[in-house]
């Protein structure tokens, strides 16, 4: 007998038939679940994803953007919550999760508890400070690395770390960096780096997390095992925005493993052209010193030579004979200018004595004039005429005279001898 042939679904033929089983469960209508929440993502359409968890279990939970526009205060990762929703299942993707339609807070998760709780303990102890951080080496070439041997961040590390330099030395120490007992495995591999001399820096981290996935880096023992290192120690544990204890121990936080690498590794090209530029730098260095020691040589044989007595003897023959031409010309030049200064000082004089001759003279003329004016001659010369006694005394009165007496008469052209014959007194007045 031919077996019956059985009927054939397809897989959106179950997903629908589960949804639809989903949906007509009361008890999955508008029901409050409790938990605490994580992995939680604002996507840019505003619709929120995230998980809610409690120790044993997770529950994906979606919330559209309708319902996030009503939340009272934004949803962050840890926050111990009270979730309101129907249970259905997401077709696409085959898997059920809580559609919430509100949130109330039911207080802080204890995982961020925890770890506020103790980040202020260690911080109290000072463990946090920067005196007690370590330098990262410049130039270190044998990197210890404490982290899982197939995740992503130790290929990451592992990449940045050849291109920036390929002759670099990594060391790996395989670790669980999740779970149950990654926080002792993380300690073993720390001090187990400590160990190998030639280790220059350790990195200990992983790739991005929930904050349970990460707390195996917020544990105490890890904080004291990074903070006990001799070995400089740089964290790297998940993306840009998670923060754990081991980033507030370690010497040097990195927001990602591959930022790790950039900061433990060296860059080799960078290296080589610092080199060649030092190089460069000493030899410049180097030549403008054996230029100055040439010039202090070319000086000191300057002076030893001319402080030799050959030298010294022509330089004060040369000083002689110019002392002597700079005294001859002063002298020169002093004979001239003190010619120069009496051919002034004649001319001035001749100046002088001319304007005082021409003045004298002036003068001169002008009391001859009146002497002239004052002549007994001109007097003469206008009719006038002197008349003397015969002792040639002038006669100005007859009463110097008598009758018979002789007297010379001088006129202008010469001399008249005559005698008194007459007296006779005239009254002018």
Known sequence: MAELSKKKYSVEDVNKYINNLLSNDYFLKNIDVCGEISNLKYHSSGHVYFSLKDEKSV???????????KLKKKLCDGDLVICNGDINVYEAGGRYQLYVKSVSDDGKGNLYEK??????????????SEIYKKEIPKYALNIGICTASTGAAIQDIINISKRRNPFVNLYLYSALVQGEGAAEDIVRGIRYLNTLDFIDVIIIGRGGGSIEDLWAFNEEIVANAIFESEKPVISAVGHEIDFTIADFVSDLRAPTPS????LAVFSYEKFINDIS????KINGSFLSKLDLY?????????????NSPKNKLEYNKKYTKNLFESLNNNLENKIQLTKTKTEKYLRDIEVIQNKKFADVKHKYEIILKELEGASPLNKMKNGFSYIADKDNKNLKSISQVNLNDEMTIYVADGVIKGTVKEKKGINYG
């Open 59 to 69: 529950l994906n939970c979606v919330m559209f953007r309708s319902n996030v526009a």
């Open 115 to 128: 770890f506020e709780k103790l980040k202020h303990e260690l911080e109290e102890k000072g463990m946090f």
């Open 259 to 262: 930022a790790a690498a950039e």
């Open 277 to 280: 530029g030092f190089e460069d």
């Open 294 to 306: 040439k010039e202090k040589v070319k000086k000191y044989e300057n002076i030893v030579e001319a």
